[in-house]
């Protein structure tokens, strides 16, 4: 009875065991696995977004190129400007290799085929104008695709959200209003008397476009320097926004609106605004590409942390399982010596079995009472030893 309740026992712990490391298995699993989802999930996110940031570093020269090919045109040359040329190919070849992950190589395609076209469009200023502003319009938007499909637009980070919003939609939109506003001042000037009139309420817009677009890089740019993670960007951005704050006064003083805009003055803030703001352009996107790689060490390090956490878990349950299984097979082999040695105990101790020597002895060999026995005919000295004393 003893051999089978330790052995129950021993079974009831080994299952106990089993079950205990299935319960610290499955949760570590499912966490494991889980905390590796998300790691992976981020770390894709980010790399799109680099990518994004690649493709608006690109961007970048081609709407300064624009501007240019725009300002040229207006003053009667035709011809390509190398810097436009340059920064078709550019874009060109980030496209090919990001175009399809941004989702962006049609319209791409698009717009680089109305550039071809630019060199070819004559007429009056009017019409070339409205040929490039066509051009340029379409380059936002191809910045407004890249942004979204990149998800930059979405980032959790209040830094990296406003440093792209002013990269992305308050800078190309300064570079184009500026380019338009000093084009536009140049067409008044040139213009009749009768024709002057609608360019000066266009002039209007474009000032006050302009404006605006300042407004907005300003208090994106504060607001990403007020809350970021970065020791670097503060002070990379103070001087440069500086400057660009400077032009737009120049260009204001310049525009002198409700009157006739100063031509030379124009063309000098045009010239200071586009240098302020391709210098603050590299700074911020220079400044996102190092967040996200940050974010991206940091995923890494979450990564092989959750690696070493189930290196830790595996170790513990293979010792805990080893342990266990130890102790199970000692337990196993101290019931076998256990019943092995009451089976003997039991063995020597029966005196009813046969060749037992009766209940005297428990030996063969010790002498027994033959009380009542049978008689023993074969003892002859015996008998007549009996007989003798009964006569």
């Known amino acids: ?3 089978s309740v330790n052995s129950r026992r021993t079974r009831l712990r080994s299952a106990l065991a089993v079950v205990l490391t299935v319960l610290v298995v499955l949760p570590t699993a499912a ?5 590796l989802d998300d790691t992976s999930e981020q770390r894709n996110d980010t790399n799109l977004e680099k990518q994004g940031v690649e493709y608006l570093s690109a961007l970048g020269g081609l709407i300064t190129s624009l501007a240019e090919s725009q300002s040229s045109a207006l003053q009667g040359v035709f011809a390509e400007p190398a810097a436009l040329t340059a920064a078709v190919a550019r874009v060109q070849g980030v496209d090919e290799r990001l175009g399809e992950d941004l989702e962006t190589s049609e319209r791409w395609s698009g717009l680089k085929e109305k550039i071809g076209r630019l060199p070819g469009v004559t007429g009056d200023s009017s019409t070339i104008y409205e040929a490039h502003v066509e051009v340029s319009d379409l380059a936002l938007e191809l910045y407004g695709a890249v942004r979204e499909n990149s998800t930059l637009n979405r980032d959790a980070e209040s830094d990296i959200w406003f440093l792209q919003e002013a990269v992305a939609v308050n800078m190309p939109e300064a570079v184009t209003r500026v380019s338009r506003m000093g084009d536009m001042a140049n067409m008044v000037a040139g213009a009749k008397a009768k024709q002057r009139p609608p360019l000066l309420i266009q002039f209007g817009h474009e000032v006050l476009a302009v404006q605006e677009a300042a407004s907005e890089l300003t208090d994106n740019l504060q607001e990403a320097a007020n809350d970021t993670t970065s020791g670097t960007l503060s002070g990379n951005l103070v ?7 400077r032009g737009i006064e120049a260009a204001n003083r310049g525009a002198n609106f409700g009157g006739a805009p100063d031509v030379s003055a124009m063309v000098t803030a045009q010239s200071t605004l ?40 595996v170790a513990l ?9 130890t102790r199970a097979r000692e337990a196993r082999e101290s ?6 040695s009451a089976r003997e ?8 079995g046969p060749g037992s020597g009766g209940a005297y002895g428990g030996s063969p060999y010790d002498p027994v009472p033959n009380y009542g026995g049978a008689p023993n005919y074969g003892d002859s000295a015996t008998r007549r030893e009996r007989s003798g004393a009964l006569r």
């Open 239 to 245: 001087s440069n926004l500086d400057r660009f704050r």
């Open 1 to 3: 009875m003893s051999v």
């Open 317 to 325: 349950i293979l010792v805990a399982t080893w342990w266990t299984r």
């Open 31 to 35: 966490l494991f696995l889980r905390v």
């Open 335 to 340: 019931l076998g010596d256990s019943g092995d």
């Open 345 to 352: 105990v039991s063995v020597r101790g029966d005196s009813t």
């Open 274 to 313: 586009t240098t302020a703001l391709n210098a603050l352009s590299g700074v911020v996107l220079q400044e996102m590409n190092t967040l996200l790689d940050d974010r991206i060490d940091s995923l890494n390090y979450r990564r092989i942390e959750a690696w070493g956490l189930l290196g830790v878990a």
